[in-house]
Nanobody, 122 residues
């Protein structure tokens, strides 16, 4: 499956952004979808994940209550709604897909998008 992430940008603290991840190539509903982020010099960090049908969602503690992951299987797209953004949320955000359910482990994801940059100024 090919993944294309978009929606990043430069915002101020407290603002919102919605990232999108469009999938093509295979049946989208066969995959758990995850969002990760990475800053230079650090490992890729789990942000959020969603199950095949969207009934289960998972979040890193650092974003719980501020970010919401969702998916529209009819549109082959996953989303990450990010509210109350803070400077520490600045990173390149990646969407990823896996056939399994090890949702927080980057190495378990089979497919990755190219990343979209989010910069939050204070």
């Amino acid at each position: 499956v090919q993944l294309q992430a978009c929606g990043g940008g430069l915002v101020q603290a407290g603002d919102s952004l919605r990232l999108s991840c469009a999938a093509s190539g295979r049946t989208f509903s066969y995959y758990y979808m995850g969002w990760f982020r990475q800053v230079p010099g650090k490992e890729r960090e789990f942000v959020a994940a969603i199950s095949y049908s969207g009934t289960r969602t998972y979040y890193a503690d650092s974003v719980k209550g501020r970010f919401t992951i969702s998916r529209d299987n009819a549109k082959n797209t996953a989303y990450l709604q990010m509210n109350s953004l803070q400077p520490e949320d600045t990173a390149v955000y990646y969407c990823a897909a896996q056939n399994g359910d090890s949702y927080s482990t980057p190495s378990k994801y089979n497919y990755w998008g190219q990343g979209t940059e989010v910069t939050v100024s204070s």
